[in-house]
């Protein structure tokens, strides 16, 4: 296993999908974190079974929820990126990516 690092810009993203689904059902968001942290202890134990997408950049879907988690790993750690909705265009997230600085 792995130490797992969410980095600021993935924080914001899943407190937005947080607040959206508490606006719908409070249970609904409570399911949705609960689908975040399964997908992530799957990161954390099994990081290379995803393919690369650029670089040392991988992508996870949630199994719930139509969301995709972007990371790559570097040394002992995981860095989490963005938690992304599907619909959106996931080229400009994975250049966001390659762009951002690590917090």
């Given at each position: 296993?792995?130490?797992?690092?969410?980095?600021?810009?993935?924080?914001?993203?899943?407190?937005?999908?947080?607040?959206?689904?508490?606006?719908?059902?409070?249970?609904?968001?409570?399911?949705?974190?609960?689908?975040f942290e399964e997908t992530v202890n799957d990161?954390?134990?099994?990081?290379?079974?995803?393919?690369?997408?650029?670089?040392?950049?991988?992508?996870?879907?949630?199994?719930?929820?139509?969301?995709?988690?972007?990371?790559?790993?570097?040394?002992?750690?995981?860095?989490?990126?963005?938690?992304?909705?599907?619909?959106?265009?996931?080229?400009?997230?994975?250049?966001?990516?390659?762009?951002?600085?690590?917090?």
């Open positions: 296993m792995h130490n797992l690092k969410i980095l600021s810009s993935a924080e914001k993203d899943l407190q937005k999908a947080v607040l959206y689904y508490l606006e719908k059902d409070e249970l609904l968001a409570i399911r949705f974190l609960n689908d990161i954390s134990r099994w990081e290379e079974a995803w393919p690369l997408l650029t670089g040392s950049y991988r992508k996870h879907l949630m199994k719930q929820f139509p969301y995709a988690i972007f990371f790559r790993s570097e040394k002992d750690n995981i860095l989490i990126y963005y938690v992304v909705h599907c619909k959106r265009d996931h080229r400009e997230i994975i250049q966001d990516m390659i762009n951002e600085p690590e917090d």
